[in-house]
C-alpha cells in the first residue's frame, strides 16, 4: 500500500503536560519522557533502523499546532511526515511542524534522512518539556489490538529564534509497551 498517497495523516492526541501522565506501565513513561534522541534509542535496539518519508511540503497546521506555535500562517511552515521502523516493523508515527527558512539550512534535503541526526548533533538545538497523551484513532494502528491504548508525545525545539515541533505517535508494535516479562 502506498502509504505516501494518505498524506498528510495528521495526528489527533489530546495533549496533557507530561507531569499529568497517568501511566503505570513504568517501562513506557521512560520511553515517553526520554530526553534524548529518539532515533538513537531506536537505532541502539534494531539491527536495521530506516525512515519511511510520508511527505514533507507547506500545509496548514492543525488546531493544536497552530494554538502552540502562536501562527496561521501557512506559508511560514513545512509539516513533515514520517514513519520510523525497527527491522521494517512501524515503529513511531513522526509529525513535525518546521520552520521554512530551516528548511533551505540547518534541516534541508532531509528526506528519508532522520530529523534527530539533525537537532541532536546541534547544540543550538534547545528542547522544552513534554506534552503527553493518549492516540485516539489513526489509520496506521486500525490492527492493533481494540484494548491497547496507544501513546503520543511531543516538544518544541527552539533554534535561533525558529521553533520546530515534533510530535511521535507509537505505534502498536513499539517495543515501548513491552514490558519486562513479555
Ligand atoms: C527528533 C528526532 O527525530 C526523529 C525523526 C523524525 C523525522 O525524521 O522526521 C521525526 C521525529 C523523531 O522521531 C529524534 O530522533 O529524537
Given at each position: ?79 513533515r511526515e ?8 512501524p515503529w ?91
Open positions: 500500500m502506498l502509504l505516501k498517497t494518505f498524506f498528510p495523516f495528521g495526528l489527533s492526541v489530546s495533549w496533557q503536560h507530561a507531569a499529568q501522565l497517568q501511566c503505570k506501565n513504568e517501562e513506557l513513561s521512560t520511553w515517553l519522557l526520554d530526553t534524548g534522541s529518539l532515533t538513537e534509542r531506536l537505532e541502539a535496539i534494531s539491527t536495521q533502523f530506516s525512515v519511511e518519508l510520508l511527505g514533507q511540503g507547506k500545509l496548514p497546521l492543525d488546531r493544536s499546532e497552530k494554538l502552540l506555535l502562536n501562527s496561521e500562517d501557512t506559508e511560514q511552515w513545512q509539516i514520517v514513519i520510523l521502523y525497527g527491522d521494517g516493523v513511531v508515527f513522526a509529525r513535525s511542524v518546521l520552520p521554512v527558512e530551516l528548511c533551505s539550512t540547518s534541516l534541508a534535503n532531509l528526506g528519508n534522512k532522520p530529523l534527530g541526526k539533525r537537532i541532536f548533533n546541534d547544540p543550538s538545538f534547545l528542547r522544552s518539556e513534554f506534552e503527553v497523551g493518549e492516540l485516539k484513532t489513526h489509520p496506521l494502528t486500525q490492527r492493533s489490538s481494540n484494548d491497547q491504548t496507544l501513546y503520543a508525545r511531543r516538544s518544541l525545539f527552539t533554534f535561533d529564534g525558529s521553533s520546530v515541533l515534533v510530535a511521535e505517535a507509537f505505534l502498536p508494535d513499539c517495543p515501548c509497551y513491552k514490558t519486562r516479562f513479555d
